[in-house]
């Protein structure tokens, strides 16, 4: 029931609302807060307290991701070595920025004036700079092999029209489709991880054969893709990724590039992709 300031400050058309839930980043490290032991936060397998508790974070435990938008008072959360599910959004707060350490390896030299992410420039919309932010530090955050191998092999993420990997550019792109980029914030995180291992095979071939050119078939094609899926399908099950993303991934049999169904994975293949 409205209290009766209320109802006059409603008359007067002064809005009366409680506090707006803080809205929480995706793709930064979040850390419990306000839980006090032998309390925990509550993990569960959906956005209320109608659905089952699939296991609590810890007082103060941090190493906690948000991996998508938030749906009011609940974010869909993931950490390391359990599954995904939805916490309440009070209490889960930004980790101070020095919790995770910068990883050491190889970086690309930032492109003069672009946003970049630990050394990965991005290239794109506002909107796309963000998105690509976000996974990149679901990856960082909880699957730190994967994020090393972007940064060695990816230069440069870029919004264009197609999505696909340029490996022999200098430095190597990842030009991605909105379809892509926009999915889900799991989604294109694990298109990016299977791409870097697009890049890792072109260059590792490049290193093994100096002088030769690369065969389309020693860093594309069936087998690569099945290869590439298959560590894609292990980061998405990492950084949290939602069931009918691991589903869709886990039936991929690495054929998705063959778009004409001839047999090979080209450039006509490459040309009429819609993603
Ligand atoms: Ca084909």
New binding site residues.
């Given amino acids: 029931m409205k209290s009766l300031a209320a109802v006059v400050l409603a008359a007067l058309g002064i809005a009366i609302s409680s506090p707006a839930p803080a809205q929480l980043t995706p793709g930064i490290e979040h850390c419990v807060t306000d839980v006090t032991p032998p309390g925990q936060l509550n993990v569960r397998s959906g956005p209320s307290t109608d659905f089952a508790v699939r296991y609590g974070l810890l007082p103060a435990e941090c190493g906690v991701y948000v991996t998508a938008t938030c749906s009011g008072n609940w974010c869909p959360i993931a950490t390391a070595g359990r599954s995904p599910g939805w916490a309440a959004s009070r209490y889960l707060a930004a980790a101070p920025e020095d919790i995770v350490a910068p990883l050491p390896g190889t970086t690309k030299p930032a492109v003069k004036g672009q946003p970049e992410y630990f050394g990965i420039a991005i290239r794109g919309s506002s909107a796309f700079v963000t998105q690509t932010i976000a996974a990149l530090g679901l990856l960082r955050g909880l699957a730190p092999d994967a994020f090393h191998k972007i940064q060695t092999y990816i230069g440069v993420i870029q919004q264009a029209d197609i999505t696909g990997m340029v490996a022999y550019a200098v430095p190597p792109r990842y030009e991605v489709a909105d379809e892509t980029a926009f999915y889900s914030i799991t989604w294109y995180a694990s298109t990016i991880a299977h791409d870097a291992v697009h890049s890792e095979l072109y260059h590792r071939h490049v290193a093994d054969h100096p002088g030769v050119p690369v065969a389309p078939d020693a860093w594309t094609g069936v087998s690569v893709e099945r290869f590439a899926i298959g560590f894609q399908l292990d980061v998405s099950r990492r950084i949290g990724g939602p069931e009918d993303e691991i589903l869709y991934l886990e039936g991929q049999t690495g054929d998705h ?10 450039w ?2 490459y040309q009429r992709r819609n993603w």
Avoid: E, P, R, Y
Wanted: hydrophobic fraction near 15%.
């Fill in positions: 590039c063959d778009i004409d169904s001839d047999g090979d994975c080209d006509a293949d």
